[in-house]
């Protein structure tokens, strides 16, 4: 029963949503599509435009992305092989040391003799323990790869992601530069403030001290990944730094998607898309329902129709019901023919075909009627009196129905 119920109240409000949606819809175009024709001549943009704000906005963030686990973990496997090969080379000049150290003629005491050789010994087992780690990484880097042939250094494998890693270092860098920038930035806006009091004055000023220095040796990691990159970015000195003075010369700002006007004008170019998508396929449910309406009445009328020669008592109960459900779609017409009235609606009007729809036609038993009329002849005149009852009861519901139609 409950769930009968909200069918009925969700089909009964299917009319009144069409009907809002549409108006909200055509209201949408005619605004939006005014205020665009402004702002397009105010900006010299046209159509074009905004999907390619829409495009550009989309790679910078692809780019603020982490990678994939896997991808992560390649760059990271490339990094420990770069790693091994410079553990390796360190181990190799330790010993070519430590061989020195003892087949070499030395000159000085016997103690200076010992120590050199200590030292050498040393150096020797630290490089040696080192490449041990380092290739403990590899290998457990190769284990969650599946890696079964290490891959070289120089391979198109290793060269690929040797790139991703270096762009990743290059965007860490600048990451943290323009964090910094950002920062320094706001502290300058507070010192320009009226109401900044002395003391606050001297603490900001300090920390921009703090700031320049750590700024400087951002810059300088910056220009470490910038120039190793293929083909190495431009540079940033102290002096480019200095000269920002407010947030406006900051280089986000320079793009065009990321600018407020074009990026409010980004937003109502796709509103205005979706208000126009949204306009055809009302116009298909609504030319949908009316369909769906008259196909209704014809076959519920037809079964009706058999229904009074086979069965009178269910007949009088299906009409009675369906008095109750036509004046629902009474209600759903009008609406309809409202819709297809207002100025700007672009849809077909009139009944449409349904897909699909073969003739209804439901058994009927006859046979079993006119026996159970045979085996009790006063049947047919208890039968009346109750379809009397069903047509008051019918009435009332139906009256019901029109009235609460004329007060919406």
């Known amino acids: 029963m409950r769930c009968t119920s909200l069918y009925t109240d969700k089909y009964a409000a299917l009319s009144n949503y069409l009907w809002t949606h549409y108006r909200e819809a055509l209201k949408s175009v005619r605004l939006l599509t005014a205020e665009l024709e402004t702002i397009k001549a105010e900006l010299r943009l046209s159509d074009n435009d905004f999907p390619g704000f829409f495009d550009q906005e989309r790679i910078y963030l692809d780019g603020l992305k982490q990678p994939a686990p896997r991808d992560r973990l390649s760059i990271r496997y490339v990094e420990v092989l770069d790693e091994l090969a410079e553990r390796r080379a360190e181990w190799d000049l330790a010993r070519e040391s430590g061989n020195n150290a003892l087949n070499g003629v030395h000159i000085g005491s016997l103690e200076q003799m010992h120590d050199a050789l200590k030292q050498a010994r040393i150096r020797v087992n630290s490089s040696y323990a080192k490449l041990q ?24 494998e290793y060269k690929r992601f040797k790139e991703e890693a270096t762009l990743g270092k290059y965007h860490t860098a600048l990451d943290e530069l323009e964090h910094l920038v950002v920062m320094r930035l706001f502290e300058l806006s507070k010192l320009s403030l009226s109401g900044t009091g002395y003391k606050l004055r001297q603490q900001i000023s300090k920390a921009l001290q703090r700031r320049s220095d750590t700024i400087r040796n951002a810059i300088n990691r910056y220009n470490i990944q910038a120039a190793s990159l293929i083909p190495p970015r431009q540079t940033i000195t102290w002096k480019d730094i200095a000269e920002y003075s407010f947030l406006g010369e900051f280089d986000l700002l320079h793009k065009d998607w990321a600018r407020p006007a074009h990026r409010e004008a980004t937003t109502k170019y796709f509103k205005l898309c979706r208000a126009r998508e949204e306009i055809i396929r009302l116009n298909i449910e609504i030319r949908r329902l009316r369909t769906a309406i008259h196909d209704e009445t014809i076959d519920t009328s037809a079964v009706i129709d058999e229904l009074l020669v086979a069965n009178p008592l269910l007949a009088a109960e299906l009409k009675r019901q369906w008095r109750s459900r036509a004046a629902i779609n009474a209600v759903h017409t009008y609406r309809l023919d409202q819709i297809e009235r207002l100025f700007g609606f672009s849809g077909i009007s009139g009944i449409g075909t349904r897909l699909a729809n073969p003739a209804f036609s439901r058994p ?25 009852a069903l047509d008051r009861e019918e009435h009332e519901v139906v009256t019901e129905d029109m009235a609460d139609f004329c007060t919406q």
């Open 364 to 388: 009927v038993n006859t046979n079993g009627a006119s026996s159970a009329q045979a085996e009790n002849p006063d049947s047919s005149a208890s039968e009346f009196h109750d379809i009397e």
């Open 133 to 156: 780690h380092a290739e403990g990484l590899v290998a457990h880097c190769e284990t969650l790869l599946s890696v079964d042939e290490r891959w070289l250094i120089g391979g198109d």
